[in-house]
């Protein structure tokens, strides 16, 4: 098991750290888009912000999964955009899908791993003073 939840952090720590790094420096080309992955990326690039902010967020992400610091808190930064990159694949690109497929089981393996730091958040509070 322990190797298990190594292998997923460091995969999906490479994923984002490579993939943010390649924003900055670009050295593995962007595929194709047509229709509407096409049309909602342009609307994404126009905002001016979002890309190197998204990137930025997935670099320092993927590099505290790398090194083991701060997992709990880089699951839960990334775990809107894991489920973003998941279902942006599965309706607009479903050719990539494997790949957030990948992501999205090591993202929920490793959350299940760290589940004794989430656990508080679900608890139902109670009106006791």
Same mark, same amino acid.
């Given at each position: 098991?322990?190797?298990?939840?190594?292998?997923s952090?460091? +995969?999906?720590?490479?994923?984002f750290?490579?993939?943010? %790094?390649?924003?900055? &420096?670009?050295?593995?080309?962007?595929? /194709?888009m047509?229709?509407?992955?096409?049309?909602?990326?342009?609307? +994404? *690039?126009?905002v001016?912000?979002?890309w190197?902010? +998204?990137?930025?967020l /997935? +670099?320092l992400?993927?590099?505290?999964l790398? *090194?083991?610091?701060f &997992?709990p808190?880089?699951?839960?930064v990334?775990a809107p955009?894991?489920?973003?990159?998941?279902?942006?694949?599965?309706?607009?690109?479903?050719? @990539?899908?494997?790949?957030?497929i &990948?992501?999205?089981l090591a993202?929920?393996?490793? &959350?299940?791993? @760290?589940?004794?730091? %989430?656990s /508080?958040i679900?608890?139902?509070?109670t @009106? /006791?003073?």
């Open positions: 098991m322990k190797k298990l939840e190594t292998t952090r460091i +995969l999906l720590g490479l994923i750290a490579i993939f943010g %790094f390649n924003h900055f &420096v670009p050295f593995i080309p962007h595929p /194709e047509t229709g509407d992955a096409l049309t909602y990326m342009t609307g +994404l *690039s126009a001016g912000y979002f190197p902010l +998204l990137r930025a /997935e +670099l992400c993927g590099l505290a790398l *090194s083991n610091r &997992v808190l880089a699951l839960s990334l955009i894991t489920l973003h990159i998941t279902l942006f694949h599965l309706f607009s690109m479903p050719a @990539n899908l494997p790949l957030a &990948v992501m999205t993202h929920g393996y490793l &959350v299940k791993r @760290n589940w004794s730091h %989430f /508080e679900f608890k139902i509070k @009106n /006791e003073v």
